[in-house]
């Protein structure tokens, strides 16, 4: 099943509301590996279910996650060899542990590189909280590799963030567990290419892969850690 262009633009994906408590915003901090080393106290704020009072800001990129809403067949997309893109996090104030939250997500581009190239899905998610105060906006790039070629527009293509041809300033080191995509995925992200070894074969990998999301988290554990002392 091919894509359809002004279907796909207009896919009505549900709303989400999720109630969000200080043991979600530790799950999250867990999930991208906080509190691995059971000596640093800088980290209890985060991953101590008692004392949790800070939220790590890229949980917003989970925080009434739609699912995995391109299973759906109505979409025409090819599911299984879909991979995430591009990320961004507009924090418009800082993320609570708790409270009452409405996810919007929608289409706002598609881009269509070719037969064989694949085909590129921009999408925007809001997170407000039960009064209509915007907490955050979230942009992704969703790379649809087994789609290009459906007859529509060829941009336009956003440019991606430049990357730096200096030696790095900081390092972080930083690894993940080979688990640790199964614990992410219970955030909301069930995408079977990061638990289900035969899903991964047939979008050729050789094993389940690490969420993107989850990797971006790790990093913004690492700027934490390495500029704001986890403040």
């Known amino acids: 099943m091919a894509i359809d262009y002004e279907k796909l633009l207009n896919f009505p994906i ?4 999720q109630r969000l408590t200080p043991r979600d915003a530790v799950f999250y901090a867990l999930s ?19 004392r949790a009072r800070e939220a790590i800001p890229s949980m917003a990129t989970v925080l009434c996650h739609p699912g995995f809403w391109l299973r759906d067949p109505g979409t025409g997309v090819d599911h299984v060899r879909l991979v995430h893109g591009e990320q961004s996090i507009e924090l418009h104030r800082p993320l ?6 409405v996810g919007r997500t929608r289409v706002t581009g598609i881009v269509d590189k070719g037969p064989g190239k694949g085909a590129l899905l921009y999408s925007e998610k809001e997170v407000r909280d039960a009064a209509g105060t915007l907490y955050a906006t979230t942009r992704a ?11 529509g527009p060829t941009g336009p293509v956003r440019k991606p963030h430049p990357v730096p041809d200096s030696a790095p300033d900081l390092t972080v080191d930083l690894p993940t567990r ?13 995408n079977p290419l990061h638990s289900d070894p035969r899903v991964a074969e047939a979008a050729g990998f050789p094993r389940p ?11 913004t554990h690492a700027l934490l850690r390495a500029l704001a002392d986890y403040r």
């Open 178 to 190: 080979p688990e640790q995509a199964l614990y992410y995925r219970l955030n909301g992200d069930d």
């Open 14 to 17: 549900p709303d989400v509301r």
């Open 96 to 101: 609570p542990v708790e409270g009452e939250f």
């Open 141 to 151: 790039t969703t790379f649809l590799r087994g789609d290009g070629g459906f007859g």
């Open 32 to 50: 991208i590996g906080l509190g691995q080393d059971p000596m640093d106290p800088r980290q209890l704020d985060f991953v101590d279910h008692d």
């Open 209 to 219: 892969i690490l969420h993107g999301l989850c990797t971006l988290g790790v990093v």
